[in-house]
Nanobody, 123 residues
Framework: QVQLVESGGGLVQAGGSLRLSCAAS????????MGWFRQAPGKEREFVAV????????YYADSVKGRFTIARDNAKNTMYQQINNLLPEDTAVYYC????????????????WGKGTQVTVSS
């Protein structure tokens, strides 16, 4: 069974930075495309970024380009999301997700999800 555990969220002031982590276990991490999603209060969950299984390709939502950087360390079975210049509208629960099928790029679906980590940005 795949387990994904997010960490690194918290309360930060606008303009600050955070690094989110997603620790994976249960399957070979290096075979999965890994993504970040977020869900703000009262809104639907939205795609943020995805990184290929090898780490060689990335893809971002237009709304976060230039401020978010996705990365992974396959030796540590961990994915990261560096967020700079945080804005109040970045307030959301951030989820990581895994696609082990690897059929399409970027993935169109993810089979495994974490429980999320809360990011709150104060103005």
């Amino acid at each position: 069974q795949v387990q994904l555990v997010e960490s690194g969220g918290g309360l930060v002031q606008a303009g600050g930075s955070l690094r989110l982590s997603c620790a994976a276990s249960g399957r070979t991490f290096s075979t999965a495309h890994m993504g970040w999603f977020r869900q703000a209060p009262g809104k639907e969950r939205e795609f943020v970024a995805v990184i290929s299984s090898s780490g060689g390709r990335t893809y971002y939502a237009d709304s976060v380009k230039g401020r978010f950087t996705i990365a992974r360390d396959n030796a540590k079975n961990t994915m990261y999301q560096q967020i700079n210049n945080l804005l109040p509208e970045d307030t959301a629960v951030y989820y990581c997700a895994a696609d082990f099928r690897g059929v399409r790029w970027p993935p169109v679906g993810y089979g495994y999800w974490g429980k999320g980590t809360q990011v709150t940005v104060s103005s």
